[in-house]
């Protein structure tokens, strides 16, 4: 059957504005992960289980994009430098691993297309007519119908593109049309080559305050159709991210990464565990348990269990770690008893708060150690700054929110920064050790002429 014509998806986090206080912003960033969250339940409870088309054999190169934090604008995404068309054209994207459809900001004109009409928003539109590479797909085609996600059910011709119109748990919307494209991409050996083929969205109709700090997404989820899935298979058939603190300046970044990353493999050796793919678009893990100072905690195991209604997923656009209720109230719990010397303060909508004006002196050295425990014997130990995070000046958070049980959990990109993650998808592994990231993007950042 089709799909609705009114999913809602929260792909990302409002900017916030001009003057807004940083207790503001987390507290917009609370409420988007909250949509984002629904969304999440949604797709899973639908247990998709779809297989990508099969892998190319991978050549030798590799490819990489600039990667940075979005605080620069308010916004708790991480930002991909993009290239699209031909001759090229830049744009700056949201890195979504929860996400398969890429999608431009856009202005398109053919006569008789409802959604093709429009002037895009921002500054920062694609303009299809000068690129000799653009071909909309049409409504009539065997893709539109059942494999694009999204997709409308009207065809008014058969050459008409096809449509998708996607709305958003806040009120905003993204709509357009689907098209093969190309991108320009830099290889390791600092040569350009094309990505061709790639499905993206044309999109002329974004409204919404959601859509004002980037030119729209770049989808690393697992399915046929995402950029993650395509440049994969060509390259190597892995991908990688280092993630900087997301509070760091805008000339701190770092680079996302298609095919053989020579530091995964470098010492010190990284932690390996098995990446789920049965949950299209979403990339899960198996999780063992969560320690606190090494005691490990009394969490059911159901909690963990993908068969019963439970699971873990990474994901790059949910900045928060969700952990479904059972989880969450012995994290949370053991976190705060070893806090129990610092003043509490009330800072909605976060639970647990503190006044660290007043704490101990040696506080900041002293914070507890969370590890997570996946599968395999892999241990995941963030940093406490990711998980004991800055709200206002002199209050530091849990950053982690709860969940309803049943419902899965999110290690969000947060828990994830100050990390090289590698999601090798041929192999069907989740390799991940701790990484200073900030690495110098100057040499390719600023070519903003690829043709």
């Not at 928003?121 to 690129?131: A, L």
Request: charged share 20%.
């Amino acid at each position: 059957g089709k799909r609705s014509t009114s999913i809602r998806l929260k792909l990302f986090r409002r900017p916030a504005s001009a003057g807004s206080t940083q207790l503001e912003r987390m507290q917009e960033l609370f409420r988007d992960d909250q949509l984002r969250q629904a969304i999440i339940h949604d797709r899973l409870g639908r247990r998709l289980h779809g297989r990508r088309a099969s892998e190319v054999s991978p050549p030798a190169q590799s490819f990489m994009m600039p990667l940075n934090s979005g605080v620069y604008t308010g916004n708790a995404q991480f930002f991909v430098q993009f290239f699209l068309g031909k001759p090229a054209q830049h744009f700056v994207l949201v890195a979504d691993t929860g996400s398969d459809l890429t999608w431009v900001k856009c202005r398109l004109r053919l006569p008789g297309c409802r959604l093709c009409n429009g002037d895009g928003n921002g500054t920062r539109v694609f303009h299809p007519e000068v690129s000799s590479s653009f071909q909309p797909i049409p409504c009539s085609s065997e893709m539109c119908k059942t494999s694009l996600p999204f997709s409308l059910i009207e065809c008014p011709s058969p050459t008409t593109p096809c449509s998708f119109d996607y709305r958003y748990g806040d009120g905003s919307k993204a709509q357009g049309v689907f098209a093969n494209e190309s991108a320009t991409v830099v290889l390791s050996n600092g040569k350009h080559t094309k990505l061709r083929d790639l499905v993206v969205g044309c999109s002329s109709d974004s409204t919404g305050s959601s859509f004002q700090a980037s030119d729209g997404v770049l989808g690393l989820g697992n399915s046929n159709i995402s950029f993650a899935t395509i440049a994969t298979a060509r390259f190597g058939g892995s991908f990688s991210y280092c993630l900087v603190d997301h509070l760091s300046p805008r000339n701190a970044s770092d680079f996302l990464v298609f095919g053989h990353r020579p530091a995964v493999l470098s010492p010190p050796l990284p932690s390996e565990t098995s990446l789920v793919l049965d949950l299209e678009p979403f990339y899960a893990v198996g999780v063992d348990g969560i320690s606190v100072d090494g005691e490990m905690l009394a969490i059911p195991k159901d909690v963990w269990d993908l068969s019963a209604g439970g699971g873990t997923i990474l994901d790059s656009g949910t900045s928060l770690t969700v952990l479904a209720q059972p989880a969450y109230l012995a994290v949370a719990s053991a976190l705060n008893r070893r806090l129990a010397g610092i003043p509490r303060v009330k800072m909605d909508p976060f639970e647990y708060c503190y006044n660290w004006t007043t704490a101990p002196t040696n506080a900041a050295k002293n914070l507890p150690r969370m590890v997570v425990h996946l599968a395999e014997s892999a241990s995941l130990k963030p940093p406490a700054k990711s998980y004991v995070i800055n709200t206002a000046d002199g209050v530091k958070c849990l950053g982690i929110v709860a969940t309803p049980w049943p419902g899965v959990s999110v290690i969000g990109n947060i828990l994830q920064q100050e990390h090289l993650w590698e999601f090798d998808l041929k192999n069907r592994r989740l390799r991940f050790k701790r990484s200073t990231c900030g690495k110098s993007t100057s040499r390719i950042a600023g070519d903003n002429k690829l043709n």
